[in-house]
């Protein structure tokens, strides 16, 4: 089974960045990393519905961005093959919400999009706060 843990959260001036991971927890079986899994980043404001940021295969060659962050957020794949990053710069008020990662086993260059529904393993979520 695997179980995610993302980090990387927290308050942050309008214009600052962070740099968010998501990683297999210390909980996830002997075996299991995110080498071969399609990955997600996910955002949930306060009071509205959890959206799609970005997504990539698992191979690292296809991504995908939500239009209103594209060219501000990056998601990329660390050396260790356990560690997604989602690093999100010029941050604006309405970019406050819990991110989210996902993952679905998903072998090869196709990136599952951003709709929730195709991914089967979720984190808990990091807060990002952006505020004067």
């Known amino acids: 089974q695997l179980r995610l843990v993302e980090s990387g959260g927290g308050l942050v001036q309008p214009g600052g960045s962070l740099r968010l991971a998501c990683t297999a927890s210390?909980?996830?079986?002997?075996?299991?990393?995110?080498?071969?899994?399609?990955i997600g980043w996910f955002r949930q404001a306060p009071g509205k519905e959890r959206e799609g940021l970005c997504s990539?295969?698992?191979?690292?060659?296809?991504?995908d961005y939500r239009p209103s962050v594209k060219g501000r957020f990056t998601i990329s794949r660390g050396n260790d093959k356990n560690t997604v990053y989602l690093a999100v710069n010029n941050l604006k008020p309405e970019d406050t919400g819990v991110y989210y990662c996902?993952?679905?086993?998903?072998?090869?260059?196709?990136?599952?999009?951003?709709?929730?529904?195709?991914?089967?393993?979720w984190g808990q979520g990091t807060q990002v706060t952006v505020s004067s």
């Open positions: 996902a993952a679905r086993f998903s072998p090869g260059e196709i990136s599952l999009g951003l709709e929730p529904d195709m991914y089967d393993h």
């Open positions: 990539m295969s698992s191979s690292g060659a296809t991504t």
């Open positions: 210390e909980f996830t079986a002997v075996g299991f990393t995110l080498e071969h899994y399609a």
